[in-house]
């Protein structure tokens, strides 16, 4: 009887043994792996995040603008002019800007040639302002600077620029800046201000937007009006 009982318990130890190894060596890596997290990358979001804030804080500007706009007794849709360097840059889609500079030049000489066949009670729509490479800021060698192309656009009701400086800019940085323009009768710009909420806090690409609103000319009063607001927005981009 006490042969058979330890036979008995050494089977079952046996048994219980092989049941350990298998829990060891096949069930626990199995479960080890079922347990395992997953780590999901949202990185691919930050920019489609990153545009609608930029959208969001330009249509800010926009609405603000066009309220100075009604407050000053500006009347008529504000019109929106371009004005793009020649340097080789390229934005999010793949743009080349040495085809958007030859384009705008382009439709720079059509432009011209049309104005040719009219006379100057027909003159008027949107001017196409394309920038001079020799405008191009020389980088200082004795300091650490960075000079990146730039591109602008304007809102000043129907006036037309004349002389939109473009600022190539010797920053570190990148962003955009909202410069609040008064324009008098002549087109001189006699008072420049930048728009804090929606522009860059760098203060390089602060003054050098300043500076080049303070410069800008646009064409005379059609209206008669001795003061007129408008804004330019001066677009800094890192190569």
């Known amino acids: 009887m006490r042969d058979n009982l330890i036979g008995i318990l050494v089977t079952v130890s046996v048994h219980l043994a092989v049941i350990l190894v298998l829990l060891l060596t096949v069930v626990n890596p199995r ?7 997953f780590m999901l990358d949202f990185s691919k979001h930050d920019p489609v995040e ?15 603008v066009e309220k100075m706009l009604r407050e000053a007794g500006v009347k008529g849709e504000p019109l929106k002019n371009v004005a793009v360097d020649r340097s080789k840059l390229k934005d999010d889609r793949g743009t080349d800007a040495k085809k958007l500079y030859e384009d705008a030049r382009r439709i720079e000489q059509q432009y011209k040639e049309n104005m040719r066949r009219k006379t100057p009670d027909q003159v008027g729509g949107d001017n196409i302002v394309v920038a001079d490479p020799k405008s191009q800021v020389i980088p200082d060698p004795d300091r650490e600077s960075y000079q990146g192309p730039s591109v602008l656009s304007y809102s000043l009701g129907d006036r037309k620029g004349s002389y939109l400086p473009i600022p190539a800019y010797k920053c570190l940085g990148a962003g955009e800046v909202t410069v609040i323009i008064t324009v008098n009768a002549d087109g001189d710009v006699i008072s420049a201000k930048i728009q804090d909420e929606v522009s860059s806090a760098d203060k390089c690409l602060r003054d050098y937007a300043l500076g080049a609103a303070q410069r800008s000319r646009f064409s005379r009063s059609k209206t008669g009006a001795a003061k007129e607001i408008g804004n330019i927005v001066y677009s800094f981009i890192a190569q």
């Open 31 to 37: 479960i080890e792996r079922d347990r395992q997290s």
């Open 50 to 64: 990153k545009l609608e804030k930029e959208l969001a804080r330009q249509k800010a500007a926009n609405e603000r």
